[in-house]
């Protein structure tokens, strides 16, 4: 046994997990200020929500296996949507990886002890529960659930009688959840880093987070008084949005996609670091082109923020509009493809160990760059004209979401919740359960790109004959992958109690800061603030002897 | 070592970082109204004769007085800062209070202005705004709007300069550690500064 590989509690450290200060049990949890706490208290909630969105989302797929009714109504399944798109959207594919391992992470990758602002770390995670039971309530409320779709498109959402009023407060609450972590990371970027760690030598991951942050503090405050003024709208009938009124109505879907389609960059981002951080690991390389995985996260968020109109191509826009829109689109892509190509050009003469966190990250990197081509696709206004609102548009951003942002999750999730626990999961059983994750997911979702193509619209309850084997495949396809996620989930949940217990500080041999530390990490990350001399992904220089030497 | 009860987490303080906070929650502010601004500039860009038309029903003299009143504040509490940083407690204390005062003076009239309007059926829904143009229907929307949600940011503020003034009595707040009170003072600041935009915006471009 190496000197690093001493149990937290032989020399007389004591983790986070264990501490007890000012309270105990469960007030330890709910009223702690620690960040890596507070990630778990993320992490919980966001699971619970994650499973609500799967269960909806397996409701819907069942009810389109065949056309007219199968299990539902068409009231029922407008609602079903709804929820679904408003759970994922809001509740798990947003704040997921900023708010848990970003949460967790990110002060321990760059050698602090906690946050900026730690109080307001945890006043971010109530809003967040308060936002989701808030969605939640007006499931229960008379009036039933918002029909609206996740987008609230007015003048429907102005008109309908279901209880939109809560869900777009839920909305705008959870909204400002995000402005306040995006305020905090941008802070404890700027301020807490540790002596030495200068931003090129910050971990790839902290980078994406950086990026994340400023969008998340820029975009989401024009969400919220889009949202504040429908609710207003509802409330009093100023006649804002209204034509009758003098309103108008595109003028509510441009101020929704300034958000809206930068949010997309606020889920997709810190996937990207993720993969960032987990292909030089595995692949046992230096980072190929660590600058232009920076400067392209930036890049990215920047110009994601100006495309929001390629949105609404057909909803009315001048001809310059449409141009420009679709140019910038296409202007996005480069950056995206600068990552994927250094992925790849890392990868390449990498000595590649497929544990299951790089499972994860080989099908991020296959299904983004499906999904991120077809978005070039869409950006192409003849095509999109053939595409919009078509399940075509589904099939993409569930490439892109679930693909990008969910696997990249699921990689976070198998990379480093050994560290979080100091337990290891059965990583036979991970396999097997991204093999089926894996193939469920193309089996679900590649047929709504040939049938969207043919001209299925988004959203129907019903559909023509013609298009049931579609159907029918999708949905076989959505029995596989909710078995290969509760068959993933399970062997996480058993782990964390019940799996193999881990004192090793680096399990995978990272070289990043939160592998220098103990496992689980203390209450406070580190009792000496560390100098930082290297760069994060120096695996050249690294000396493979100690790592075989502490595998002993 | 027992693992019943730990030590304290270690105290943080970051004044920049706090301020820094500050700054981008206040940046995140102004993209709030900005949203309702870019709703004005466009609507007013459709409607140039019916904004006009509607700005002039607006009491140019209330608004110039909130306007002279919400400056004031802004010193105030400047000062307020000023005093602290010399270590008069007292003094501190009484202008924040006075800013308070102000704070409310300015809600006063704008509750005056405002009944006023409703007296006349000019608001959202009613009979009389409804019988007018449809550019002058988006102005009073947008003016009802834009000014409830900035005398909501009033009375927020109030709030949070009454925990001020709490947290300097209680000595929280002191001559080497005033960043709270400089914080709260950046957030009035913020909200005089959009008075100072909506109010030309609704009362003297006619």
Do not use: C
């Amino acid at each position: 046994m190496s000197s690093e590989a001493i149990s937290t509690n032989k020399n007389g450290y004591v983790s986070y997990l264990d501490y007890k200060g000012k309270h105990t049990g469960f007030l330890g949890w709910v009223l702690s200020t620690d960040h890596k706490r507070i990630g778990i208290l993320y992490l919980i909630a966001l699971m619970v929500f994650f499973a609500v969105g799967v269960t909806f989302g397996f409701l819907m797929r069942l009810e389109l296996i065949a056309p007219g009714r199968t299990i539902m109504d068409p009231q029922t399944y407008n609602s079903i949507f709804t929820l679904h798109g408003v759970i994922m959207i809001f509740l798990f594919v947003i704040p997921g990886l900023p708010a848990v391992f970003g949460n967790f992470f990110l002060p321990i990758m760059i050698g602090a002890k906690d946050v900026a602002f730690p109080r307001l770390n945890l006043l971010s995670w109530y809003l967040y529960v308060a936002g989701g039971l808030l969605a939640i309530l007006s499931i229960l409320l008379p009036g039933g659930p918002a029909d609206t779709g996740w987008t609230f498109y007015i003048p429907y959402s102005v008109r309908t009688g279901t209880n939109v009023m809560f869900t777009m407060f839920a909305a705008f609450i959870l909204g400002f959840s995000s402005i306040l972590t995006g305020l905090n990371f941008v802070t404890t970027i700027h301020r807490l880093r540790a002596p030495g760690m200068t931003w090129f030598k910050m971990p790839l991951f902290t980078w994406s987070l950086y990026a994340t942050a400023w969008v998340q503090v820029l975009a989401t405050p024009i969400i919220g008084i889009t949202l504040l003024l429908v609710v207003i709208e509802r409330w009093l009938g100023v006649g804002l949005f209204d034509p009758s009124l003098g309103g108008d109505p595109v003028l509510f879907q441009h101020l929704f996609w300034i958000y809206s389609h930068p949010a997309v960059y606020i889920m997709i981002l810190p996937a990207m670091g993720i993969v960032s951080e987990i292909i030089p690991v595995f692949a046992r390389r230096t980072i190929f082109g660590y600058k232009f995985i920076a400067f392209s996260s930036i890049a990215i968020a920047l110009f994601g923020s100006l495309v929001w109109a390629h949105h609404m191509f057909t909803a009315g826009m001048s001809n310059t509009g449409q141009f420009i829109f679709s140019l910038l689109t296409m202007i996005v892509a480069i950056p995206s493809a600068i990552k994927v190509f250094n992925w790849t050009a890392t990868l390449y003469k990498g000595s590649i160990e497929l544990a299951p966190p790089m499972l994860y990250v080989l099908a991020f990197i296959f299904l983004f760059s499906i999904g991120g081509l077809t978005g070039i696709m869409q950006g192409v206004l003849s095509i999109d004209i053939q595409v919009h609102d078509t399940s075509f548009i589904v099939a993409h951003f569930h490439y892109v979401m679930f693909g990008g942002t969910g696997f990249g999750i699921f990689a976070a999730l198998h990379y480093w919740l050994p560290k979080m626990f100091a337990r290891m999961y059965n990583q036979k059983v991970a396999k097997v359960a991204f093999w089926l994750v894996f193939v469920g997911f193309n089996v679900l979702y590649f047929p709504m790109f040939v049938m969207g193509w043919l001209g299925m619209p988004r959203r129907y309850y019903d559909y023509l004959p013609e298009f049931q084997p579609y159907h029918l495949t999708s949905t076989v396809g959505s029995w596989i992958l909710v078995l290969g996620l509760i068959i993933m989930f399970t062997n996480l949940i058993v782990s964390m109690r019940k799996g193999q217990t881990i004192t090793k500080w680096n399990i995978w041999g990272g070289e990043t800061l939160e592998w220098k530390v103990e496992t689980p990490p203390t209450l406070e990350n580190f009792d000496d603030i560390p100098v930082v001399t290297e760069r994060p992904y120096e695996y050249r220089e690294n000396d493979l002897a100690e790592l075989e030497k502490e595998a002993k | 070592m027992s693992t019943q009860e730990h030590a304290a987490a270690h105290v943080h303080r970051d004044d920049i970082g706090a301020k820094m906070g500050m700054w981008l929650f206040l940046f995140t502010e102004l993209l709030l109204f900005g949203g309702m601004f870019f709703l004005y500039s466009v609507y007013r860009f459709v409607n140039q004769d019916a904004f006009h038309l509607a700005a002039k029903e607006l009491n140019t003299i209330i608004g110039m007085f909130n306007t002279a009143i919400l400056l004031t504040s802004s010193l105030t509490m400047a000062i307020s800062i000023a005093a602290i940083q010399k270590n008069n407690r007292n003094l501190s204390i009484f202008f924040q209070l006075l800013t308070i005062v102000l704070a409310l003076g300015f809600m006063v009239n704008k509750y005056f202005e405002w009944s006023a309007k409703i007296h006349h059926g000019i608001f959202p829904g009613g009979e009389e705004l409804l019988a007018k143009s449809q550019g002058e229907i988006l102005f009073f929307g947008l003016y009802y709007v834009m000014t409830g949600l900035h005398g909501l940011h009033v009375i927020i503020g109030v709030v949070l300069i009454g925990f001020m003034t709490r947290l300097t009595k209680n000595g929280v707040i002191r001559q080497d550690s005033y960043v709270k009170l400089e914080a709260a003072g950046l957030y009035w600041h913020l909200v005089d500064i959009i008075w100072i935009f909506l109010f030309p915006l609704f009362y003297l471009i006619t």
